[in-house]
Nanobody, 123 residues
Framework: QVQLVESGGGLVQTGGSLRLSCATS????????MGWFRQAPGKEREFIAS????????NYADSMKGRFTISRDNAKNTVYLQMVSLKPEDTAVYYC????????????????WGQGTRVTVSS
């Protein structure tokens, strides 16, 4: 059984920063690309960023470039999302997801999702 558990969400002021973590269970963590998504109230889930199994390659949604940084520590089976310059529009539930493959490309196809961690950015 594969489990992904996000943490690090909470309440932050506009302009603040948060680092989200996604701890994973399951074997061969480095064999899978990982990604972050978010879903704001009343909106569809949107892609934020992905990272290859090795961590050498990353991909970001255009709107996320410059403020969000994805990284991973395969020794800890953990993927991170560093968020800076947060805005009220960033308020959402943030989800970690595992890809079906180790590489990343134009698309990201998850096979497992975490339960989400809520981020609220106050104005």
């Amino acid at each position: 059984q594969v489990q992904l558990v996000e943490s690090g969400g909470g309440l932050v002021q506009t302009g603040g920063s948060l680092r989200l973590s996604c701890a994973t269970s399951g074997r061969t963590f480095s064999s899978y690309a990982m990604g972050w998504f978010r879903q704001a109230p009343g909106k569809e889930r949107e892609f934020i960023a992905s990272i290859s199994g090795s961590g050498r390659t990353t991909n970001y949604a255009d709107s996320m470039k410059g403020r969000f940084t994805i990284s991973r520590d395969n020794a800890k089976n953990t993927v991170y999302l560093q968020m800076v310059s947060l805005k009220p529009e960033d308020t959402a539930v943030y989800y970690c997801a595992r890809s079906t493959v180790a590489v990343i490309g134009p698309t990201f196809q998850p096979d497992y999702w975490g339960q989400g961690t809520r981020v609220t950015v106050s104005s």
